[in-house]
């Protein structure tokens, strides 16, 4: 079954240092990848997206991802954390053609320390 | 512009009630999805409506169901409700016929639902 994993449920840093957040996909078909960020108490919202094209894409608030096909991968980062950042992460799979609903990984919640 | 809105933000129920959750969907959007948060079990895709029609559904019990309006509007409905039900149910909207699968789909706020 096509699945997502997040590696670490929490991630700590501290204010300025660099983010890195894991997501692996399992697939043999090249999906489409997401990252949304959930503050609390509050829905998603779309940090960025991978459709087609260049596979380093950025997106709001600094943060970045680059799609490795060879590692199915799609690792966000954030070169300065800022308290701000402090919530929770999603990665997200769709693997189109029909099904455009999204599976997502578990989550990991970014702890940022002054 | 407006986004995705939910109603109501907060509702309790007892085992056995029905609980009706509801979404208005981004002027313009088609597609509104259903997912449930809950404890322990991640985002799980609920249902999927489009032009009005339930065009993919998640592996969830026939007791969830749900509609789609003319004007997009959505409303999920959960019968027979049991304790396991208690989460935080997420609409999320997308334009047009989102069957590429390359859509954003943009997020409501959330109505967390508690059975006691």
């Known amino acids: 079954a096509q699945s997502v994993t997040q590696l670490g449920s929490h991630v700590s840093v501290s204010e300025g240092a660099l983010v890195l957040l894991r997501c692996n996909y399992s697939?043999?078909?090249?999906?489409?990848l997401f990252w949304y960020v959930q503050y609390p108490n509050q829905g998603l919202q779309l940090l960025l997206k991978?459709?087609?094209?260049a596979t380093l894409v950025k997106g709001i608030n600094g943060f970045e991802a680059e799609f490795k096909k060879s590692e199915t991968s799609f690792h966000l980062t954030k070169p300065s954390a800022h308290m701000s950042d402090a919530a929770e992460y999603f990665c997200?799979?769709?693997w189109g053609s029909g099904y455009s609903t999204l599976t997502f990984g578990k989550g990991t919640m970014l702890l940022v320390s002054p | 512009e407006a986004g995705v809105t939910q109603s109501p933000t907060h509702l309790i129920k007892t085992r056995g009630q029905q609980a009706t959750l509801r979404c208005s969907p981004i002027?313009?959007?088609?597609?509104v999805y259903w997912y449930q948060q809950a404890l322990g079990l991640g985002l799980q895709f609920l249902l999927w409506?489009?032009?009005?029609?339930?065009?993919n559904r998640g592996n969830f019990p026939p007791r969830f169901s749900g509609r789609q309006f003319p004007n997009y509007s959505s409303e999920l409905n959960v019968n027979a409700l049991e304790l396991e039900d208690s989460a935080l149910y997420l609409c999320?909207?997308?334009?047009?016929?989102?069957?590429?699968?390359?859509?954003?789909?943009?997020f409501g706020p959330g109505t967390r639902l508690l059975v006691l």
């Open positions: 997200a799979v769709s």
């Open positions: 409506y489009d032009e009005g029609e339930e065009r």
């Open positions: 002027s313009g959007h088609t597609s």
């Open positions: 697939s043999s078909v090249p999906p489409y």
């Open positions: 999320a909207s997308g334009p047009l016929s989102g069957t590429s699968g390359r859509e954003t789909q943009y």
């Open positions: 991978y459709t087609t094209g």
